[in-house]
């Protein structure tokens, strides 16, 4: 395993008069209706226990209201919990002063908006700069050190511009090369994409992968599109009335759903092209037959598949050394979409 | 029974005139007791309104057209109200109003400026705190509702006639404004511009000068626009307690019915306030230009 850039544990957040109170009752099974109805106090966090990797992507996923832009607000304290502990690199962000806490937001992590969070008054090379003169950096300097962001998002000649004059892919890309400017290991984004035209929304995606290859930070995106998810996670969680239901790697959620709403979620997605042969195999057993890479996708191996004499193929890894081996039967099943088990009958499109 | 319906139950002739004779009296001990020192701590103010009436009325006129020519097209970028603010000039000159109309605008400017130094620091303290919001609104409320013959009094009581008394009185009307649009323009950034100056670690000030304040001043200068506006409404009223001005020849023909006189005057005051309300107006359209999307 990888070592751990952010450690949430029995994270708790209760909106409300008197949060402290409340976590009692929620403790004791109290569920975010009655809290809401009996005590007009709202859930927002219920027992968070997350593990966040570095430099890896990590989703948090959820539907509206679940929690999610809370959840990711207590990384860098603009909220505060009601109860728990978050460590970020093994410091506690909870017993940062005032002054620490400002010096962390300014050196470890950086922040992209869903609204893109731009400051409308300044240019987009004086927002791109923003970080790093809220570091103390002289505005001319900041502006020279940011420039290369700029480029890499590909605004390079709109430093002059206003937000305004700029699309909405364009003023997220502004976004974008604020929160890089400032160096900071950590990233959070909270649905950066989701204001966004699919296409655009597909660009910003390779965008965004493309920087992960080299940069390698520890991002923390949040999304409530699934596609979106599998598309960029390394591993993502899944949120529901402020309580994580089931975290993992893509692969796992989509093949052993845990539960009724997460088998909901991943309904509607294309399993053939999400689904990797690795996560499917018979682990070390050969076959005669086709090899493919582990990372390929059920639907690119299907045809090969269903051609081969004994309709089966093996799983080859980066060093083309075989690993595994897949039969069309098992490709046929993990296709087939679970069953929502409080729905029993299946359509089958 | 019929009695106490007939006639309002009101406090005996004798007590009323006692309570209103021990407030007179107590002012007036006030008044003894302080109104030196009181004049005393307004005494800069008097020294910089006379130096700054002396400067306009020493500065020779073609200077002060040139002044007045550049500053409303710095103000508006606009050769039609530059002009027009020339050309009033030229009229008010040409009327034998010109010295009146520097001691306005020096009173109109010093007031002005005055209300600016409380009235933003004041409309930011409102904005940054509820406690503060709702001491102060009622406050202003007051300020601006009052009949101004009536804060005219204490004034005038504690420093006598003159132009520190007048030039309280004008702030006091002109003030709440500025305060309210300062005020308003600041808890009117949008949460998202905040929240991302936090997620950055920006102080305090970093948070007030480099978002809210840029972002409110659009507000705010409204505020210092409307503000401008209600000092030059009062004044005809300033002049009634000894300041020099507009107003004075205003006052003389209520008084003796002198038609033109009065509406020359009259004019010459709309004149003014025509010239600062579109100067300034422009000018606070083109600090919001950028934020709706034409290229500039
Ligand atoms: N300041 C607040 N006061 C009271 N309730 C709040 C507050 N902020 C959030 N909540 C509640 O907490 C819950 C989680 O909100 P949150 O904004 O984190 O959801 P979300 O998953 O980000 O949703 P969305 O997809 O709509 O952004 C919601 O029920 C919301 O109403
Ligand atoms: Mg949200």
């Known amino acids: 395993?990888?070592?751990?850039?952010?450690?949430?544990?029995?994270?708790?957040?209760?909106?409300?008069?008197?949060?402290?109170?409340?976590?009692?009752?929620?403790?004791?099974?109290?569920?975010?209706?009655?809290?809401?109805?009996?005590?007009?106090?709202?859930?927002?966090?219920?027992?968070?226990?997350?593990?966040?990797?570095?430099?890896?992507?990590?989703?948090?996923?959820?539907?509206?209201?679940?929690?999610?832009?809370?959840?990711?607000?207590?990384?860098?304290?603009?909220?505060?919990?009601?109860?728990?502990?978050?460590?970020?690199?093994?410091?506690?962000?909870?017993?940062?002063?005032?002054?620490?806490?400002?010096?962390?937001?300014?050196?470890?992590?950086?922040?992209?908006?869903?609204?893109?969070?731009?400051?409308?008054?300044?240019?987009?090379?004086?927002?791109?700069?923003?970080?790093?003169v809220i570091q103390g950096i002289s505005l001319d300097q900041a502006k020279k050190d940011s420039h290369k962001w700029l480029e890499r998002v590909g605004l390079d000649g709109f430093e002059d511009y206003y937000p305004a004059q700029l699309s909405g892919g364009m003023q997220q890309r502004v976004g974008l090369a604020r929160a890089l400017a400032t160096d900071a290991d950590i990233l959070?984004?909270?649905?950066?994409?989701?204001?966004?035209?699919?296409?655009?929304?597909?660009?910003?995606?390779?965008?965004?992968?493309?920087?992960?290859?080299?940069?390698?930070?520890?991002?923390?995106?949040?999304?409530?599109?699934?596609?979106?998810?599998?598309?960029?996670?390394?591993?993502?969680?899944?949120?529901?009335?402020?309580?994580?239901?089931?975290?993992?790697?893509?692969?796992?959620?989509?093949?052993?759903?845990?539960?009724?709403?997460?088998?909901?979620?991943?309904?509607?997605?294309?399993?053939?092209?999400?689904?990797?042969?690795?996560?499917?195999?018979?682990?070390?057993?050969?076959?005669?037959?086709?090899?493919?890479?582990?990372?390929?996708?059920?639907?690119?191996?299907?045809?090969?598949?269903?051609?081969?004499?004994?309709?089966?193929?093996?799983?080859?890894?980066?060093?083309?050394?075989?690993?595994?081996?897949?039969?069309?039967?098992?490709?046929?099943?993990?296709?087939?979409?679970?069953?929502?088990?409080?729905?029993?009958?299946?359509?089958?499109? | 029974m019929i009695d106490i319906l007939g006639e309002f139950p009101a406090m005996k002739i004798g007590e009323l005139r006692e309570f209103k004779k021990s407030i007179d009296g107590s002012f007036s001990e006030f008044t003894g007791e302080y109104g030196e020192a009181i004049e005393g701590f307004f005494d800069p103010l008097l020294w910089f309104l006379v130096w700054f009436e002396k400067l306009l009325l020493a500065t020779p006129w073609p200077i002060i057209l040139l002044i007045v020519g550049s500053l409303a097209w710095a103000g508006s970028r606009s050769i039609k109200i530059a002009s027009g603010a020339i050309l009033a000039f030229i009229a008010i000159g040409y009327f034998g109003m010109w010295e009146d109309t520097m001691s306005?605008?020096?009173?109109?400017?010093?007031?002005?400026?005055?209300?600016?130094?409380?009235?933003?620091?004041?409309?930011?303290?409102?904005?940054?705190?509820?406690?503060?919001q709702t001491l102060v609104t009622p406050l202003l409320d007051i300020m601006q509702t009052i009949p101004a013959f009536v804060y005219l009094i204490p004034v005038v009581m504690l420093l006598g006639i003159g132009k520190v008394p007048g030039l309280i009185a004008v702030c006091i009307y002109a003030l709440p404004p500025v305060v309210r649009l300062t005020n308003l323009g600041i808890r009117l950034v949008s949460k998202e511009a905040l929240e991302a100056a936090?997620?950055?670690?920006?102080?305090?000030?970093?948070?007030?000068f480099g978002v809210q304040?840029?972002?409110?001043?659009?507000?705010?200068?409204a505020g210092i626009n409307q503000t401008i506006m209600m000092a030059l409404s009062m004044v005809v009223i300033a002049s009634m307690i000894g300041v020099a001005?507009?107003?004075?020849?205003?006052?003389?023909?209520?008084?003796?019915?002198?038609?033109?006189?009065?509406?020359?005057?009259?004019?010459?005051?709309?004149?003014?306030?025509?010239?600062?309300d579109r100067v300034t107006q422009e000018y606070g359209k083109r600090l919001q230009k950028h934020r709706h999307g034409d290229h500039s």
């Open chain 1, 188 to 349: 959070l984004m909270d649905e950066a994409f989701s204001a966004l035209d699919p296409l655009i929304r597909a660009d910003m995606q390779d965008i965004l992968l493309d920087l992960q290859q080299d940069l390698h930070k520890t991002i923390v995106f949040i999304t409530h599109d699934l596609d979106e998810a599998l598309r960029i996670g390394d591993s993502i969680a899944i949120l529901r009335d402020g309580e994580v239901i089931q975290q993992g790697n893509p692969q796992d959620i989509i093949l052993k759903p845990d539960d009724d709403y997460i088998v909901d979620f991943i309904q509607e997605i294309n399993r053939g092209r999400v689904i990797n042969i690795k996560s499917i195999m018979n682990k070390g057993k050969t076959v005669e037959g086709p090899s493919f890479h582990q990372s390929s996708v059920l639907e690119n191996v299907l045809t090969a598949v269903v051609d081969s004499d004994n309709h089966a193929a093996n799983v080859v890894d980066d060093n083309n050394e075989i690993i595994g081996s897949i039969h069309l039967q098992e490709i046929a099943t993990a296709i087939a979409k679970p069953a929502v088990k409080s729905n029993i009958n299946i359509n089958y499109k």
């Open chain 2, 245 to 276: 001005g507009l107003g004075v020849p205003v006052l003389r023909s209520i008084s003796n019915q002198y038609l033109a006189l009065g509406l020359l005057n009259g004019l010459a005051i709309v004149a003014l306030a025509i010239i600062f």
């Open chain 1, 1 to 132: 395993m990888s070592d751990i850039a952010i450690s949430i544990k029995g994270l708790y957040k209760i909106f409300g008069k008197r949060p402290k109170k409340m976590v009692e009752y929620v403790k004791d099974g109290m569920s975010k209706a009655d809290l809401l109805d009996k005590h007009n106090h709202v859930l927002g966090l219920k027992d968070i226990n997350i593990d966040i990797p570095a430099h890896k992507i990590s989703v948090i996923m959820g539907l509206s209201g679940s929690g999610k832009s809370t959840l990711i607000r207590h990384i860098n304290r603009l909220i505060e919990p009601t109860s728990g502990n978050i460590d970020v690199y093994g410091k506690d962000v909870l017993s940062m002063s005032k002054v620490e806490l400002r010096e962390f937001r300014r050196h470890q992590t950086s922040m992209v908006f869903q609204k893109f969070g731009l400051h409308v008054h300044k240019t987009v090379a004086e927002n791109v700069a923003y970080g790093l």
């Open chain 2, 198 to 208: 936090d997620a950055f670690g920006a102080s305090y000030s970093q948070r007030l």
């Open chain 2, 213 to 221: 304040i840029p972002l409110a001043l659009p507000n705010i200068f």
């Open chain 2, 104 to 132: 306005t605008l020096a009173i109109v400017s010093v007031a002005t400026l005055i209300c600016i130094f409380i009235g933003i620091p004041m409309g930011i303290l409102m904005a940054r705190s509820k406690y503060a």
